[in-house]
Each structure stands twice: as structure tokens, then as C-alpha cells.
């Protein structure tokens, strides 16, 4: 399989924000929110291709996100071109 993650934010102890593409699974790239689980295991728990979408999810999921993430999420592109890469 040729699956590609890229740490984007650290939202919280136990949450971060991720950039993933694989070929296989989701055709295209996308940002996911993944959770820390008590096995030390990241899981993906939401999906999204457009930046203010993942801001949602990052408050929804983990709450208060920390302003160090808050401003990665903000300079991220509006969505995640699934041709050329990221667009802005």
C-alpha cells in the first residue's frame, strides 16, 4: 500500500491533525483528526478536505486547541487539491 501521513498540528496531548493520502483508501488527500487511545495507538475518528471544516472537527473532537495549532490550522489552504496538492 502507498500510504503517506504528515503530522500538520499537535491539537492536544491526545489529539492531532494530520495530512493523508493514500493511494488505496481515499484516492485523494485529506486532513484527518486522529485521537491518542490508552494503547498508544493514533486513530483516525474524522475526514475533511477543507480547511474550515477541520477547524470544526478540531473543536468538536479535542476541544480547546492550543493557539500554536490554531495558527498552523489557519495558514493551512482552503481545501486539499487532490491533483496538485494543497491550494491556497
Do not use: C, F
Request: charged fraction near 25%; avoid cysteine; aromatic fraction near 6%.
Amino acid at each position: 500500500m502507498n500510504s503517506i501521513s504528515t503530522l500538520v498540528a499537535q491539537l492536544g496531548p491526545s489529539w492531532r491533525a494530520i495530512l493523508v493520502s493514500d493511494q488505496a483508501e481515499w484516492k485523494r488527500p485529506a486532513w484527518m483528526i486522529q485521537r491518542l487511545d490508552d494503547d498508544g495507538a493514533w486513530r483516525g475518528v474524522a475526514v475533511t478536505r477543507v480547511r474550515h471544516q477541520l477547524h470544526d472537527l478540531a473543536r468538536v473532537y479535542a476541544g480547546k486547541v492550543s493557539a500554536d495549532a490554531a495558527k498552523i490550522l489557519d495558514g493551512l489552504p482552503a481545501r486539499v487539491d487532490p491533483v496538485r496538492g494543497p491550494l491556497k
